[in-house]
C-alpha cells in the first residue's frame, strides 16, 4: 500500500530533550514536507525537501531540523523542544511537479 | 482522535443533503487548487483538484467550482453520508512558487442523521 509512515503517533516529552519524529514513504516521490497544524492557524510549513540532500526552509523553521540522506526518509528533529512546539505535526510526500500530497497520519507532540 | 481545529467555521447539513464548503483563496497567481478531506485522527486527504484554466470540475459525488474574478473556491459534495464528516481545507499552488501550496484554514463539516 502506498503510504507515508510517521512515529511515533504520539509523544509526550520536557523541554529541551532532543527529538526525532521520522517520516517514511514508500511511492519512490521526490518531495517531502514537514507541516504543523494548530487551532485556528491550519497547516503551516517548517521544512521542505525537493530530493536527496535538497531541503529548504518553510514559513515556520525556528526550532526545527531536517536531514533527507534517503529518498524515502525525511525525518523531523527538535534539538531543544520548547512548550511553544506541542502541535500536531504531519508528513506529506509527492512526485516531482504540482501535484497533491500523500500525508501521513500525524503525530501529536507535547512538550512539557 | 485528533483534534484538528477549535475554532473552525461550522457546517451542518441533513444526511441526504448536498452540502458546499467555500474557501477564499489569497493570491491572483494561484493556478493550481486542491480540496483536502481531514478526519479525526488521520492525516488529509486529496479529494479533487482543479486548475485556473477551468471553472469547474467533478468528481465521484464531488464538484469543485473556482470563480477567478473573486478569487473563491467551492467544493459541492451531493448526498452527503455521515463519512463525510470532517474538516475540509483547501490549499493553493502559486504560480512559480515550485510544489509547495498554501493551505486555508479549513471547514468542520457535520453531517446530522
Known amino acids: 500500500e502506498a503510504q507515508v509512515t510517521q512515529n511515533p503517533r504520539y509523544l509526550i516529552t520536557v523541554t529541551g530533550k532532543k527529538l526525532t519524529v521520522t517520516c517514511s514513504q514508500n511511492?519512490?516521490?521526490?518531495?517531502m514536507s514537514w507541516y504543523r497544524q494548530d487551532p485556528g492557524l491550519g497547516l503551516r510549513q517548517i521544512y521542505y525537501s525537493m530530493n536527496v540532500e535538497v531541503t529548504d526552509k518553510g514559513d515556520v523553521p525556528e526550532g526545527y531540523k531536517v536531514s533527507r540522506k534517503e529518498k524515502r526518509n525525511f525525518p523531523l528533529i527538535l534539538e531543544s523542544p520548547s512548550p511553544n512546539q506541542t502541535s500536531l505535526y504531519f508528513c506529506?510526500?509527492?512526485?516531482?511537479?504540482?501535484?497533491?500530497?500523500?500525508f501521513g497520519s500525524g503525530t501529536r507532540l507535547t512538550v512539557v | 482522535g485528533e483534534s484538528v481545529g477549535l475554532h473552525l467555521p461550522t457546517l451542518s447539513v441533513q444526511e441526504g443533503d448536498n452540502s458546499i464548503i467555500n474557501c477564499a483563496y489569497s493570491n491572483s497567481a494561484s493556478d493550481y487548487f486542491i480540496w483536502y478531506k481531514q478526519e479525526s485522527g488521520k492525516g488529509p486527504q486529496f479529494i479533487i483538484d482543479?486548475?485556473?484554466?477551468?471553472d469547474k470540475r467533478q468528481g465521484q459525488r464531488v464538484t469543485v467550482l473556482l470563480n477567478k474574478t473573486v478569487k473563491h473556491l467551492s467544493l459541492q459534495i451531493a448526498a452527503t453520508q455521515p463519512g463525510d464528516s470532517a474538516v475540509y481545507f483547501c490549499a493553493e499552488n502559486v504560480e512559480n512558487y515550485g510544489q509547495n501550496f498554501v493551505f486555508g484554514p479549513g471547514t468542520r463539516l457535520s453531517v446530522l442523521p
Open positions: 511511492m519512490n516521490h521526490e518531495y
Open positions: 506529506a510526500s509527492s512526485p516531482v511537479g504540482v501535484y497533491g500530497y500523500t
Open positions: 482543479i486548475r485556473s484554466n477551468m
